[in-house]
């Protein structure tokens, strides 16, 4: 500190910034994001210095780990800038002699040297020197502390390279690093070429590959992102990589799926999206690359430009279902129309011999033509009960042909003009009326006395549910029972408790009719590992904690049983997780069209309905600005619906 005088009354102090003999030490720490991470800071040095090899081995019994390269090696001024902390040659000399652009700039990557072993030895070598140094680790390393190198002449002046040997390693084979996830970061983290190769334990990296996708180019220049380019994959099923992996410098920069997280994709497009793009905002990349600056201006264009793509990517994947949605339509329709066909002639609606026929009529409102006399119905396959859609079921396509042969026999038998509506309406219902004859039947029989006792088969047979998910939750005592059988009022009390729900077995038997016993003991196997966190979506209402009885909410239960699929959540997986899968599939947010999208029975005056009774019973929904409107949590959007429906308590339904 310096002192001046000025006059007789004023003094001026003069300090300087200087750093503490314990700032290594303390950027060694702060730099430091994990073993893999750490690691890739030494193979990009080694991209940096032009290698076209880089061999990393790794012994874990002896607690060592060596990086060997082929690059242009060190001489004393190069080593003394490899261990002053900033100042980075690379900012000085951003392009390497072969050309390529540098990814470091910090002047840190020995720094990291600490958090990975007790100790080394780096040695390098160039113009027919080479360069040893070794070094202890141990304690706080300091400013102060001196670094000794010894050169020694080679005979050979043309080789060059680089080796950094960690000893006493810090880490071990566990859950934070091994082989595996090294090489995966690696292939993903890092861009690898035929000029830049990467062996573990000799055996070569291998560049990254998506196969058998639809690719989209993205290719945009924008003032503050500079120059956007890559591609984004639709692959045809889900990956294990999917997610934005954008690279600045052939360097990955971030979380590729939170990144493609914040665009919210729809549920099963978003594990088959896998984008690999390049950006010029090295400036934007923070200290440790683990995100962009969020609110420079040239990552929001990127995010803007990223959003562009992802709706193309987007509206194809709709195009694509839509497509499948009439192959497998025409492909069915046939069997099913000839089914409602069976069913009339059983009715005795229709001669046995009747024929029907789809195709063209000229009048499109037209449902059909009946002909009695030549024994044939054509039905018109531009009619709105039958056109393809891709969002008409099964189930609903089966309904609409059975409406359709209706209006076609009612018109016939009405001789249908404007002033014989009501002649029209009444054959339609008797029509009705005689196709639903069982069903009205069972209806009739479904009525339940609060105070009679009904054995498992009869209970099966007044409620039209399956013998197997009667015995399912008399078993998890869902449903109280002696031996003398289910009291009608515990059945009425079960079924208002779960208005609105469906129960898994139903589910799982109607998909997997032949393996049905396997599938739901992997179904039950997850549930019972996810827990509570699987409501409001799914409920357990067992009271027997070894026969679980697992009810779905069925405005959204196709896309419960895709999270819980063998392509979501796959047991065998190291890494599974379905407690973390489930809570991101509720944590998700939607706006009020994508909740449309994401439920069935539920259209936007609906969706708009149940927001405005959260609204009013203070029933909180949590909400995510998405530019000029909000996203709502679907979790709390489900929970809200339940609600409104009367059946929905503090954890389960009553």
Known sequence: MAKKNR????QEHVFKREPGKNLPDLVSKLISSGTIPTLLQFVANSFDADATQVHIQYRSEERLLS???????MGLPELSAFYRLGDSLKVVKPISPKGRERIGKFGVATMGLSTL???????TWRDGTKILVEESLDGVIDSDKEIIARSVSLGDSQSHGTMITMRDLKFTSGDSFSLEKLKDKIKWGLTLSPVFRIYINGEEVKPKFIEDSIKFKVDKTGDEMGHLEGIVHLT?????NYGLYVYVKKCLVGDPRALLSEFSPKVGLEKRIIGIVNVDLNHAVLFDRSRFKEDDPGVMEMKKA???????????ADGEAHRKAVIDYRKNIGRRVEKVLELFMSRNILPDDTQVEIQSLEEPSLPGIYDPEGRKITLNQNHPLISVREEVVASTQALNIINIFVETIALHRAKFMDSSLDIFLSEKADLLRQINGASSKRDEQITIFPDVLYDLNGLARQTGMSIGLVREMVEGNVLPSDEDGVLGRDFLEFKNRTKGLSSLYEAISSRFPQSLSTQMIRYVEILNRIGNVAEPFVFNFSRVPERPSYFLESSCSDGILYILSPEVIDLRARD??????FKGFGDKSYTILELVEQTSGLDSRKVLEILTYAKDERIKIGQVARGAGREFVFRDFITALQRM????????PK
């Open 7 to 10: 006059g007789d009354q004023t």
């Open 67 to 73: 990086i060997t390269d082929d690059g242009e090696g």
């Open 117 to 123: 072993a007790g100790s080394y030895t780096l040695e």
């Open 236 to 240: 045809p099923k889900s990956s294990e």
């Open 306 to 316: 990223l959003g562009d793509v992802l709706r193309n990517v987007r509206n194809y």
């Open 576 to 581: 599974c997780d379905p407690k973390g899968t």
């Open 645 to 652: 429906r009367g059946n929905y308590g503090s954890s389960s």
